[in-house]
T-cell receptor, first 115, second 110 residues
Framework: EAGVTQFPSHSVIEKGQTVTLRCDPISGHDNLYWYRRVMGKEIKFLLHFVKESKQDESGMPNNRFLAERTGGTYSTLKVQPAELEDSGVYFC?????????????FGQGTRLTVV | QQQVKQSPQSLIVQKGGISIINCAYENTAFDYFPWYQQFPGKGPALLIAIRPDVSEKKEGRFTISFNKSAKQFSLHIMDSQPGDSATYFCAASGTYKYIFGTGTRLKVLA
């Protein structure tokens, strides 16, 4: 069974440009999460999808970030326009069930550098 | 109230020694406490997890100790091996999202 896959693994863009990150969750996992780790800090929750619906986007930093999950399969996270403080590692995770005791499986992350 | 405080930030242990990483939380609504292990270039992977109705859980060389009254939990790695060198994250959850600690970079010397 394939794990959570994220593309690209690295992205370097200039301030003001647009970047789109993609996440393919484990097949059959209705729950999809985006997290971000800024260097040296905690991994922070951004948002949660159940199928194609956003359940919680309380962690999204601002309206420059837009997440979608069309058809309830893969998800994209677009940053437009990117700012320097958006640099970090963006993780996607998925889980089959919703709930506190359910293991979330993480992708390898996308390292975003805004210069 | 949503924070999870993790220490130390980095840890160096001799092969065969015991590695101990500590975490503290504030929100008493948390009821699931996983530990994730992350190797360079890889995503975090679940190592071991505990619920607050038990005080200890052991899986192989890895043990979680949980102190509900103190709102603290810790990861003990017995007989630490160079292959255990990684970054370890504690987390807490009361719903579906995890609140992570800041991570501990463990290096086990051969």
């Amino acid at each position: 069974e394939a794990g959570v896959t994220q593309f690209p693994s690295h992205s370097v863009i200039e301030k003001g440009q647009t970047v789109t990150l993609r996440c393919d969750p484990i097949s059959g996992h209705d729950n999809l999460y985006w997290y971000r780790r800024v260097m040296g800090k905690e991994i922070k929750f951004l948002l949660h999808f159940v199928k194609e619906s956003k359940q919680d986007e309380s962690g999204m930093p601002n309206n420059r970030f837009l997440a979608e999950r069309t058809g309830g399969t893969y998800s994209t996270l677009k940053v437009q326009p990117a700012e320097l403080e958006d640099s970090g590692v963006y993780f996607c995770a998925s889980s089959r069930l919703r709930g506190a005791n359910t293991e979330a499986f993480f992708g390898q992350g996308t390292r975003l550098t805004v210069v | 109230q949503q924070q999870v405080k993790q220490s130390p930030q980095s840890l160096i242990v001799q092969k065969g020694g015991i590695s101990i990483i500590n975490c503290a939380y504030e929100n008493t609504a948390f009821d699931y406490f996983p530990w994730y292990q992350q190797f360079p270039g890889k995503g975090p992977a679940l190592l071991i997890a505990i619920r607050p109705d038990v005080s200890e859980k052991k899986e192989g060389r890895f043990t979680i100790s949980f102190n509900k009254s103190a709102k603290q939990f810790s990861l003990h790695i017995m007989d630490s091996q160079p292959g255990d060198s990684a970054t370890y994250f504690c987390a807490a959850s009361g719903t579906y999202k995890y609140i992570f600690g800041t991570g501990t970079r463990l290096k086990v010397l051969a």
